[in-house]
């Protein structure tokens, strides 16, 4: 079946500009997660939803990140007034059980 | 506070020198550790899960062992096509985060 796809492949923005990165998880997946990578290091935790429970924030770096999932399926993660700090490649993996995760191929975001 | 290494940070090897990976972790409840496998440009593949000390998972030319204090990838007789980021990673509580350590890059030349 399909696995976790992500969209945009690429974003290049503006400092100051939103950005919205889009994942769709596998389907029938409770958990999905967002993750930064930034070059050269090793990946963040960012947010994790599962399921109908409050999701766990605790990874997101500042009030400018924010994620949304409807019920089990697609999750926006939104950041506003872009940062060149922000740039980074963001994954996207979806879990049944909680392991394992399995990821998506990521959205590079380059902010000049 | 939770802590995940891996040593060295660049591998490279002939291919069919065999060779092994660390990883060490210090952390508060080990939940699971997991090896993943990325190429350029795509994101983590997973290779396997580890839950505790003494399990081995093999795969391919690849065999993963997990210690109380560390896990090994152990890659025997490897080809071109292993070349890679492996990265390791745990978890500490259901459902929740990976904590990921910085990687070994393995280039396998022929």
């Known amino acids: 079946g399909a696995g976790v796809s992500q969209s945009p492949s690429n974003k290049v923005t503006e400092k100051g500009k939103d950005v919205e990165l889009r994942c769709d998880p596998i389907?029938?997946?409770?958990?999905l997660y967002w993750y930064r990578q930034r070059l050269g290091q090793g990946l963040e935790f960012l947010i994790y939803?599962?399921?109908?429970?409050?999701?766990?924030k605790s990874g997101l770096p500042s009030d400018r990140f924010s994620a949304e999932r409807t019920g089990e399926s697609v999750s926006t993660l939104t950041i506003q007034r872009t940062q060149q700090e922000d740039s980074a490649v963001y994954l996207c993996?979806?879990?049944?059980?909680?392991?394992?995760?399995?990821f998506g191929a990521g959205t590079r975001l380059s902010v000049l | 506070e939770d802590q995940v290494t891996q040593s060295p940070e660049a591998l490279r090897l002939q291919e069919g020198e065999s060779s092994s990976l660390n990883c060490s972790y210090t952390?508060?409840?080990?939940?699971?550790l997991f090896w993943y496998r990325q190429d350029p440009g795509k994101g983590p593949e997973f290779l396997f899960t580890?839950?505790?000390a003494g399990e081995e998972k093999e795969k391919e030319r690849l065999k993963a062992t997990l210690t109380k204090k560390e896990s090994f990838l152990h890659i025997t007789a490897p080809k071109p096509e292993d070349s890679a980021t492996y990265l390791c990673?745990?978890?500490?509580?259901?459902?929740?985060?990976?904590?990921f350590g910085s990687g070994t890059q393995v280039v396998v030349t022929p």
């Open positions: 993996a979806s879990s049944l059980t909680g392991d394992p995760q399995y």
């Open positions: 389907s029938g997946h409770t958990a």
């Open positions: 939803f599962q399921g109908n429970s409050a999701p766990d």
């Open positions: 952390v508060s409840g080990l939940r699971g």
């Open positions: 580890l839950y505790s």
């Open positions: 990673a745990v978890r500490t509580d259901s459902w929740g985060k990976l904590q």
